[in-house]
């Protein structure tokens, strides 16, 4: 109970915060910030966001996954744009995966751009509510219950667009959001069979989903 009421006032409190920054307008506004796009490894992006979730997440037995295909190539982006867009994701995932669930994380070249998804066990979405996740103040059956404004992923799909790429919010019995970006070409995060990890060590094949987290 203690940490249902902890989870909740940690959600009021990022929805009142995200309604006065988009109220307020300006650099206060994640989305009107001025854009920096910078060269990020896709891999380090998404290894460190796993330790972070897996952290928060550990008294509820979530396991956090990272799998990062092959080849996958840097993204060209702005790193606080990413961050929030990625923790968008993460947070939508975290609110509905139950205790002793799996929170996946995976990267691939998707033409000239890179796919991030986030895979979560919790429900999904049906169609009518996906077509409309990402519309500001728009909530879903699921999250009738909880507390939050709707803004969250509204924001990401702002950032991502800003950026040159979308978010996607895929309908289906699971939860499934991603998010595709520009590709910073030509080169490469990983090499073929090797999944390169932010602490300098590696994992192979990298075509295998590489676990962090809670057994």
Known sequence: AADDAARALAAIDRAEQLVDAMTRGGDADPRRRRARPRRIGVSGALWSLAREWDRRLVGRHVRV???VAPGTPAVLVDRGALDDILGALMRNAADFTPGGGTI???ARPEGAAVRIEVHDSGPGFDPAEARTATEPFVRGAAAAAR???????????ALATRAGGRLIVTEGTEGRGA???PAARPAVEAHEGTATRPDGLSATPASEAHRVGVP
């Open 65 to 67: 996954e990272v799998d």
């Open 104 to 106: 996946a994380l995976s």
């Open 147 to 157: 507390p939050g404004a709707g803004l969250g992923l509204a924001s990401a799909s």
């Open 179 to 181: 998010v595709e970006l």
